[in-house]
């Protein structure tokens, strides 16, 4: 009997270390500060985010990375802090085994992106990622480069596909359309309203995205073109008719429309959770869906900056005046200076992708890019 408790007892210990090592080896969040080659180091792990956040500091200047990573099991990722220092520029370059990073700078006092840093030494000191340039044209487009993008340009009758190996035309309207207010890009379709129709649209275009094949899809609700989309989520596309006050919801890979509003005559939208709001708000003002991001992007007086979530600085990622931010994705970003397209992201600092001249005249809801 003995023994039995003793086989019964070990048993029960070892069921209840291999539970404690399985508790401890999920994913959490934590914050911790720390030492490292004279600089302090504030380390968390936002575990919503699968984010990790740094900030180094010293002699007052906070240098802050974050990125996108599977949970470690280990803390102190740094293991060594590289620094560079001229006359104009100081920045440092923590090496983890763990984590890619890059280089994190100052000019004065103003955070900037590395490729900001305009001299031949700080570039012995850290090299960064490069690219091919393509060096094409397509339909008055001049390409520089795609970085494995794909890119969905409006041309008035439908769109001018282009990626690293393809140029082609996509083309489903008779008439031209100057505008393309109602289109919208979401993860794997891109939904565009019949212009053809007038005065309302029963029907909308659909291109996959990774195919680039197109179909035509007869809708049974009659849409007002004074609408607007507010995101998508979960496979479906979110629709506000302004005129008539209702909000569709609009799956592509299913083919199937669906009204949201309710009885008390409330629409929805997503804030990092469902909300309710009225139809006359969603109506008389244009909402968006929104969710917490690792990367934030603002455009303040034609200068665009990164701020991390919840970080403590923004940082400038390009010395350009900017005019419009055509999409985010992630940690990219596609933006608009003049007629030229622009790409950015940490790794890469900002690329030229390509230039258009009919941009200078009409870039709304124009470019698509994936």
Known sequence: MKKKKTILFTFLALILII???????????????????????????????????????????????????????????????????SEEYECIYFISDDIDTVPVCYEGDESIDYKLVNNDEFKEFYKGKDYTALNQTYNR???????????????????????????????????????????????????TANYDEEYNFKSVYIIDVQTGKYEKWELKYEISYNSYFLGDLDGKIYLIDKKNKIEYALN?????????????????????????????????????????????????DDKLYLK??????????????????????????????????????????????????EWNFNSDNQIFVY
Do not use: C
């Open 141 to 191: 487009i001049d390409i520089n480069a795609l970085l494995d993008k794909k890119v969905l340009i409006w041309n008035y009758k439908g769109y001018i596909f282009l990626d690293s190996e393809n140029q082609s035309e996509i083309n489903f309207l008779d008439e031209e359309s100057y505008y393309n207010n109602l289109s919208y890009l979401s993860q794997n379709y891109l939904i």
């Open 308 to 357: 991390y979530y919840k970080g403590k600085n923004k940082r400038l990622v390009s010395s350009k005046i900017v005019d419009k931010i055509v999409g985010i994705n992630n940690e990219n970003i596609y933006y608009l200076v003049k007629d030229h397209l622009y790409f950015y992201n940490p790794y890469y600092g900002e690329i030229l992708l390509m230039s258009y001249e």
């Open 19 to 85: 539970i404690l090592f399985i508790v401890l080896s999920l994913p959490k969040d934590y914050k911790i500060t720390y030492q490292k080659d004279g600089y302090t180091v504030e380390e968390k792990f936002i575990k919503k985010l699968d984010m990790y956040y740094f900030a180094v500091t010293k002699d007052d200047k906070i240098y802050e990375y974050s990125t996108q990573n599977k949970y470690i099991h280990g803390k102190e990722l740094i293991d060594e802090i590289e620094s560079y220092k």
């Open 252 to 300: 592509p890979k299913k083919k199937e429309i669906q009204i949201i509003t309710n009885k008390s005559d409330d629409g929805k939208i997503w804030n990092n959770g469902w909300e309710s709001v009225r139809m006359s708000k969603l109506s008389s003002n244009v909402y968006s869906f929104s969710s917490d991001s690792i990367y934030n992007y603002i455009l303040e």
